[in-house]
């Protein structure tokens, strides 16, 4: 029997999206299944790669060279699709990655129910875009991407505290401020299946912030930190330029992030 972190290991080593997000899927499975029956599987030890394997398809480009498109054309509305294909598969890595990253320091089994249950969703909300660009005659490779998306893991390689911080309470809180709006365009251009989808991701991704606060307020807890102080210090650390409102101040609340968190960082 794998433990989780070879688990992760796994998926983190595999390039093809369909491929990656299939095994993370079954992983997932396999860990809540063991954890039902009361025999959980032994979390463990294994060495992450410092950058997961993709496919050759998409190209990478410097944030800076991903061509624009207007969201209000067909191809925009595939651009679109595509852009969050790509952050929902690099959030797959994200949250399998932290599990063996950080596996040496001690967390209750919680901590990795919430990433494995993060991980599965995220590779759900992969396969949901991927299936919205076949349904318009793309496919997720078909466009060039973001370069830029692993940086935030590899800036927080040795800081727990600090993946936390930049991942799910930067990064993935700004999925909650501007998915209501892509909705919008979908809606407009009565295209069912993709509001459908990202209506999943925007409602599911609420609780991967939550975990990201919940497990961010613990860690302070155990070193005796202020949370609010260490959030400001470790975003100015790692996060590079300001937050840029506007911001969804109901959904991040849900999420246990208040706005003195985030407005002091703009």
Known sequence: MMTLCQMA?????????????????????????ARDAGTP??????KPPLRPARPEKPELLNPRDVPKRKPGSPQGRIALLHAVAHIELNAVDLHWDIIPRFAHIKMPIGFYDDWVKSADEESKHFNLMCDCLEELGSHYGALPAHAGMWRAAEDTIDDFMGRLAVVP?????????????????????DATSAVSALETIYAEEVGHVAYGSKWFHFLCGRHDEDPKDAFHSLVR???????KPPFNEEKRAEAGLPPDFYWPLT
């Open 237 to 243: 650390k790692y996060f590079k330029g300001n937050l």
């Open 41 to 46: 599987i032994e979390i463990g030890a294994a």
């Open 169 to 189: 309470m930067v990064l993935e809180a700004r999925g909650l401020d501007v998915t209501p709006g892509m909705i919008d365009i979908f809606r407009k251009a």
């Open 9 to 33: 290991v796994d998926v983190l080593t595999t390039a093809d999206g369909r491929e990656k997000t299939a095994k993370s899927r079954d992983y997932a499975a396999q860990w809540f299944a």
